[in-house]
């Protein structure tokens, strides 16, 4: 199979489709791989380290869609990209499409196959959504920290605190793999965390991180009191293929302390904080009733060299199936089509 990976387009997105070692892998079982003029170099990785695997470099992304049949990307595709899909592609990346009804109407209008990242699962989990939400996680609690600081606007505080100080108190909505690695961090500062989910087995897991970690059931009340004395709040609620759910609401945010943090990872497929807009990386923040918000939709890429290979590591094993031809065998491939033949297939979206 022809395979092409074209450069991101969103602002200050530096990841790449495929690694050079993860092109290989595909180069060494046969296909053709082509990639765009300099799409690795805000990952670290240059033209000459493709062109030593065997890796085609083309001058443009016009070129690389003209010849590719299956296009691997990281990001869901944005107006230049759609102007140059065509029917005959598949598709392989992130899409977040319940968040996105006009890139689902552009997707079914050009009639490609469109597999998802986000919505491969085995067993209930999602193997290619893992690695980006961990990144994700660690970075909400890296970037809240300093957002905390006064000439950001902040309250002013130190998260972990000092002695005859007050820790910093973090609030984590959902203990999956996100919420999970925002709530490893943050107590790894010293901070006080709560952490809320409906699991027990994930609040478990979340009360041994350490003694200043409480692992909650999801009662709407006691979210709604941890949030107005939360100094950070991150939402990291996630319902597989479809639009998170508003668990907290404006009426929440707005009891919080002026200076404070909300950081919502869920905001790819429509945000768990009911204030909260997708940001962009050139913008990260907007503040709302004072409480300042970091709700960038691709908050990974602000660590591109570390995010490419934890995600090249997890797609590759799916794109070499996905080129083998035989890919329809693989029931975890099949739950990743979202859109196909014109028709949206994932029924998540469906609802």
């Not at 990976?5 to 690694?19: D, N, Q, S, W």
């Not at 977040?96 to 919505?119: N, S």
């Not at 006064?150 to 203990?175: D, E, M």
């Amino acid at each position: 199979m022809r395979i092409g990976i074209p450069r991101e387009l969103k602002p200050l997105e530096g990841r790449v489709g495929l690694i050079p070692a993860a092109a290989a892998e595909l180069v060494r079982h046969g296909h053709q791989v082509c990639i765009e003029k300099d799409a690795g170099n805000k990952s670290g990785y240059r033209d000459e380290q493709y062109r030593a695997v065997g890796v085609e470099v083309l001058p443009s992304a016009a070129d690389v869609y003209a010849k590719a049949e299956m296009i691997v990307k990281v990001k869901e595709p944005i107006a230049p990209d759609l102007k140059l899909l065509r029917k005959e592609h598949l598709l392989f990346c992130y899409l977040h499409l319940a968040a996105l009804p006009d890139l689902t109407e552009a997707l079914k209008k050009i009639g490609l196959t469109a597999v998802a990242f986000e919505t491969v699962e085995v067993d209930g989990h999602t193997p290619l959504l893992a690695p980006m939400s961990d990144i994700a996680g660690r970075l909400a609690i890296q970037v809240s920290t300093h957002l905390l600081h006064q000439p950001q606007g902040g309250k002013g505080i130190l998260l972990g605190g000092v002695p005859a100080a007050k820790r910093g108190h973090v609030v984590v909505v959902g203990a999956g793999v996100a919420g999970g690695a925002a709530a490893t961090v943050a107590a790894g500062l010293g901070a006080e965390v709560t952490v809320f989910d409906i699991s027990r087995e994930r609040m478990e897991r979340m009360r041994a991180l350490g003694a200043n970690v409480t692992a909650l059931y999801s009662h709407k009340t006691d979210i709604a009191e941890a949030v107005k004395a939360a100094d950070i709040v991150v939402g990291a609620v996630l319902v597989t293929g479809a639009k998170a759910p508003h668990v907290v609401s404006a009426d929440m945010v707005k009891a919080m302390q002026p200076g404070s943090v909300v950081a919502d990872i869920s905001v790819d497929q429509g945000g768990c904080v009911e204030t909260t807009r997708p940001t962009t990386w050139d913008k990260p923040t907007y503040v709302w009733e004072g409480v300042t918000h970091f709700t960038v939709t691709n908050m990974p890429g602000a660590v591109p060299r570390t995010s490419s290979q934890a995600l090249s590591a997890a797609i590759t094993p799916y794109a070499l199936k996905l080129a083998a031809g035989n890919w329809r065998e693989s029931q975890a491939l099949r739950k990743g089509i979202n859109v196909e033949g014109g028709k949206v297939i994932h029924p998540a979206l469906l609802t």
